[in-house]
């Protein structure tokens, strides 16, 4: 492993963000894009923003993030979960703080598969009598 260089990976639905955290001032850089570049939802921000704030160490690390799959809001959740074990990979003393906040749960909610017959995972095709 690189000096001083914290990797982990973040999950949500179909999102996977691969994180890495250097000692830095703060910089955020999400696939080669600013953070206000690549999320323009405020929300979105704020959720990526949570575990940093949380541990008081939002100017103390630059973020390299690598994301793809599932949507907008699943990428930012995805980010939130893999910065938060980057921070425990960094100093495990914030494991008590990130664990409280459920910061390093794994949300495994994920789309139910559509069934043979009908229109989608639980709706069904409109019945007709005649």
Same mark, same amino acid.
Do not use: C, H, W
């Given at each position: 492993m690189e000096n001083n260089v914290f990797y982990a990976t973040g999950k949500r639905k179909n999102a996977v963000a691969r994180?890495?955290?250097?000692?830095?001032?703060?910089?955020? /850089?999400? $696939? %080669?894009?600013?953070?206000d570049d690549y999320f323009g939802r405020e929300t979105s921000k704020m959720i990526i923003r949570q575990p940093l704030e949380l541990t008081d160490t939002?100017?103390?690390?630059?973020?390299?993030v690598n994301v793809r799959g599932g949507g907008i809001s699943s990428q930012a959740a995805a980010i939130k979960h893999?910065?938060?074990?980057?921070?425990? /990979?960094? $100093? %495990?003393?914030?494991?008590?703080i990130l664990k409280k906040a459920g910061f390093l749960t794994r949300?495994?909610?994920i789309k139910e598969r559509k069934k043979y017959g009908?229109?989608?995972?639980?709706?069904?095709?409109?019945?007709?009598?005649r």
């Open positions: 994180i890495r955290l250097m000692p830095g001032g703060g910089k955020f /850089e999400i $696939n %080669s894009k600013t953070l939002k100017e103390r690390y630059d973020i390299y893999g910065v938060s074990r980057a921070l425990l /990979e960094a $100093n %495990s003393d914030l494991r008590g949300d495994s909610r009908q229109r989608k995972a639980r709706a069904k095709f409109q019945y007709s009598k």
